[in-house]
């Protein structure tokens, strides 16, 4: 699934046969969903999900929704490790205004922030800058922006989509996270 849809978690069985019983099904579901919130990359959680149990088996003596509860668990965990997960962050579409003679500081401090220059416009005497960022860099941009525009720049920002942070960032962060 898309880490940037809608859905952020989808659980089906194609289990025929009964294989294994149908009320030991929701349980093997819900262990893969507390295990994708419990996250395998530093303990953030695993965004885009989509499993599907197809076979399985089960003993009537030794076999609980606890135990599936676990095998689900168990089996997200085992999968997620083969798929080589990389950590998302989000990243924010920022929108900065200022006048002209502003701009070069602006778009320095943008590019400083690891942030990709969309477009910029002419707007009123002054100019719009479009950009993307993400928003770990976005923190403390207010009074930056403040400071390099003479209190003369504003800025908007929203949510636009998760991307993969880059491998040294990633592994900053997971560091970071274990200690």
Request: glycine share 12%; charged share 25%; aromatic share 8%.
């Amino acid at each position: 699934m898309d880490p940037n849809g809608e859905e952020t978690f989808k659980f089906e069985s194609s289990v025929v046969g009964g294989a294994i019983p149908k009320e030991y099904i929701p349980a093997v579901g819900e262990g893969i969903e507390e295990a994708a919130q419990a996250g395998i990359l530093g303990g953030f959680p695993v965004l885009g999900v989509h499993a599907n149990v197809y076979d399985g088996s089960y003993h009537e003596v030794d076999s609980s929704e606890m135990a599936f509860h676990i095998a689900g668990s168990m089996a997200f965990k085992e999968a997620m490790q083969k798929a080589s997960p990389v950590l998302l962050e989000p990243i924010m579409k920022v929108e900065v205004t200022m006048p002209e003679e502003y701009m070069g500081d602006v778009i320095g401090d943008i590019n400083s922030r690891r942030g990709r220059i969309e477009g910029m416009d002419d707007i009123g005497g002054g100019k719009l800058v479009k950009a993307y960022v993400p928003l770990a860099e976005m923190f403390g941009y207010s009074t930056d922006l403040r400071s390099k525009t003479q209190g003369r720049g504003n800025y908007s920002m929203f949510f636009e989509k998760y991307e993969p942070v880059p491998k040294n960032v990633q592994e900053k962060v997971l560091a970071d996270k274990s200690k």
